[in-house]
């Protein structure tokens, strides 16, 4: 059945609902609870954690379900344990692609967040102007001032050195477990294009891409970076959620029905996985949402989103291996991409509340980051 999406319909709402009621009633669906499910930890006397991983949420009939996440039980599950025998690069190896002359934060912030988190490398691939102040926040990141602005390049040599940038990065892309697209990016017509061509080429590479910042501007313009990308993950704060509810299905955002049209724009834009950050943060990948609505802090300082890109990298790198890696939990019909943003998700939360406990206020995003690992520990152990 093909049905326009138009200024949604209520023949399109119609046939959500009917879809819906059919997965959630489906083999497919109750394999995936299922699967979820066998995330949970077992218990000291041999049987599963007493809460399942999704658990349905009362919402109006209209919505569709809405499934709270166990998410501190997703966490312990694909939260990969501290062998010795594990080699440097086995924990994570991520990529921000981001930092321009006027923001330098965002690409650090994403950056060591995901080191904080547990990756072993974590690199950062920005304009020369940004590299060197990056580096001067951290020699723990590894710094590649690589990309250009239109100011800095000759309108007679931007196919050369598009195709230069291209091929520098083409020779990093495969050793990333996922890369991050969008922190500080800013919007250079010239910057943009050349991450554009970095962006098929992790496609081509299959290598996981979560978009934030800058990069939902560019893929709001074109959404054909990301259209039918199961291994992409948008991250719309509620200002980059009207844009691309706009401009992907031609309405406004409807509170009323926010499950049903965060399913519908996953579907229309076919296969992405979307966190639409909020006082909730709801996660989708078309086939039903998930929501983690574990309080954080009331302090809404600037950055806090970069910090979960980061996290949200490493947690779906490694929800992705943990699936691959273990027989029971092959199945397709579970997601990583939404494992990832379920567990990163979670910890930003726990790593904010703390931070505000302690500094009230004048809590800032380094306050947070530097909780991120204590909130992890309270999770999972590292000598579980």
């Not at 001067?136 to 230069?164: A, M």
Request: some cysteine; aromatic content about 6%; hydrophobic content about 40%.
């Amino acid at each position: 059945m093909s049905l326009s999406m138009g200024a949604c319909p209520h023949a399109w709402r119609h046939h959500l609902q009917h879809r819906g009621h059919m997965w959630a009633t489906s083999p497919a669906f109750r394999r995936q609870l299922f699967l979820l499910r066998s995330l949970a930890p077992t218990c000291a006397h041999g049987g599963r954690a007493s809460s399942s991983s999704l658990q349905v949420h009362a919402m109006s009939a209209a919505a569709g379900p809405v499934y709270e996440a166990d998410a501190e039980a997703v966490v312990r599950r694909i939260t990969p344990p501290l062998d010795r025998a594990r080699h440097k690069g086995q924990a994570g190896k991520i990529a921000v692609i981001g930092g321009c002359r006027e923001y330098t934060g965002a690409p650090y912030f994403a950056a060591i967040s995901a080191l904080k988190v547990g990756a072993d490398l974590s690199h950062v691939f920005c304009t020369k102007d940004a590299a060197t102040v990056i580096k001067s926040y951290s020699p723990e990141l590894i710094v590649h001032p690589i990309l250009e602005e239109s100011y800095s390049v000759k309108d007679d040599e931007r196919e050369s050195v598009s195709s230069s940038i291209l091929a520098e990065i083409a020779k990093w892309m495969e050793r990333f477990d996922c890369i991050v697209v969008g922190p500080g990016l800013g919007r250079d017509t010239f910057l943009m294009d050349c991450v554009s061509n970095i962006m098929r080429h992790a496609r081509q590479a299959n290598i996981p891409t979560v978009v934030d910042g800058d990069g939902l501007f560019l893929v709001t313009n074109n959404i054909g970076l990301v259209e039918d990308n199961p291994l992409a993950i948008l991250t719309p704060n509620v200002y980059e959620y009207k844009r691309l509810v706009q401009k992907v299905l031609n309405c406004e955002v409807n509170e009323e029905n926010a499950s049903e049209q965060l399913t519908a724009l996953c579907q229309k834009i076919g296969g992405v996985t979307i966190m639409r950050k909020g006082k909730a943060d709801l996660i989708s990948d078309g086939k039903k949402v998930t929501q983690v609505s574990t309080f954080g802090s009331p302090r809404r300082c600037g950055g806090q989103g970069d910090i979960l890109s980061g996290s949200v990298a490493v947690f779906s790198s490694w929800a992705r291996h943990f699936l691959l890696s273990n027989e029971q939990t092959t199945e397709k019909s579970v997601n990583p991409m939404v494992l990832g943003c379920i567990a990163g998700s979670l910890l930003l939360r726990k790593a904010a509340s703390l931070a505000f406990e302690k500094n009230k206020r004048s809590t800032v995003t380094t306050d947070i980051i530097e909780f991120l690992g204590q909130s992890l520990e309270d999770i999972s152990p590292a000598g579980r």
